[in-house]
């Protein structure tokens, strides 16, 4: 008689055990090929994971619900702006008005929009990457992914969301529905900024013509609508835009401090900065080694075998 492995497991192939001599052999019986299942139980998921589509970029559906959010508020403030706020103003401060939100409108849009489509994978996780040796391997900054199957940066992540070794990671960010790495951090951050001056701009403007609606609802008249359309357009404006404001502060100042520090998100979280450096400082040491006994041997090979006096 032989065990069977367990009916949800029947794809897997066990060694079979030896048969039964007694009935009090059979939890030895079952438990042999326990660690040989296993084995094949954690090689068929790691495959499963290594065969998963990587997402590209933050256009790759699904989009996330934050990242339509997001969409769907920039063009909207940029609409309330262009429509129902500034016509409201008159002369120079129309003008100055009038630039500043079109050029910081027009950055946020860009920066993100390209921040969204730039891939951030590892460039040696890439399929046409070329492979290391065992020595360079050995000697330069690399790791190797388990899930990826292939060697990555020191400083690389694998984002389960992205199902790819993001270069540099930073952090993945849902209002992108991107991951944040060496190749788009510039364009994230130039958006984030950007997007900070419009929506400051946009609650000073809303906030000024709110107040002058209350002392003088007769001051303000755009396309016929009543003075309270108006006041009601102005509160959901600023009600709306004020938590969002206080975001992008918080988001702007925190990405400010990371770049004065000089480390991402990710290390400032996970606190493993130390351990990064202290990586990095070994294998130089090991390298300057590896690089000081071949200088030797090149001596000692010019000096036709003998040590160098």
Request: net charge positive; glycine share 4%.
């Amino acid at each position: 008689q032989a065990c069977a492995p367990p009916p949800a497991l029947h794809f897997l192939v066990a060694p079979p055990c030896r048969p039964l001599a007694h009935r009090n052999d059979r939890h030895a019986c079952r438990a042999q090929p326990r660690t040989a299942v296993a084995a094949d139980v954690a090689g068929l998921l790691m495959a499963r994971k290594s065969q998963e589509v990587r997402r590209i970029n933050a256009w790759n559906c699904p989009l996330s619900k934050r990242q339509v959010l997001s969409i769907v508020l920039t063009v909207g403030d940029g609409a309330v702006f262009s429509l129902v706020i500034l016509p409201l103003y008159r002369g120079t401060w129309s003008l100055v008005f009038l630039l500043i939100f079109t050029l910081s409108f027009a950055f946020t849009v860009v920066a993100a929009a390209w921040a969204m489509t730039v891939d951030p994978i590892d460039p040696m996780a890439t399929e046409d990457a070329p492979e290391l040796d065992e020595e360079e391997c050995d000697l330069e900054d690399v790791l190797h992914c388990r899930y990826c199957e292939s060697h990555v940066g020191l400083d690389s992540k694998h984002c389960k969301e992205c199902k790819k070794c993001v270069a540099n990671y930073d952090h993945h960010c849902p209002w992108l529905n991107t991951c944040i790495g060496t190749r788009n951090y510039g364009y994230f951050y130039t958006a984030i900024w950007a997007l900070l001056v419009m929506l400051t701009l946009l609650i000073i403007a809303t906030s000024w013509l709110l107040a002058k609606l209350l002392r003088d609802d007769s001051l303000l008249s755009i396309y016929g609508l009543r003075e309270a359309t108006l006041l009601a357009i102005y509160i959901v404006v600023i009600a709306v835009n004020a938590p969002w404001w206080t975001f992008v502060v918080a988001l702007v100042g925190f990405h400010t401090y990371l770049c004065y520090l000089n480390i991402t998100t990710f290390e400032y979280l996970t606190g493993k900065v130390s351990r990064r450096k202290e990586e990095q400082k070994l294998r130089r040491e090991r390298l300057q080694r590896s690089q000081a006994r071949d200088l030797w041997q090149g001596r000692v090979a010019l000096r036709g075998g003998e040590h160098p006096r």
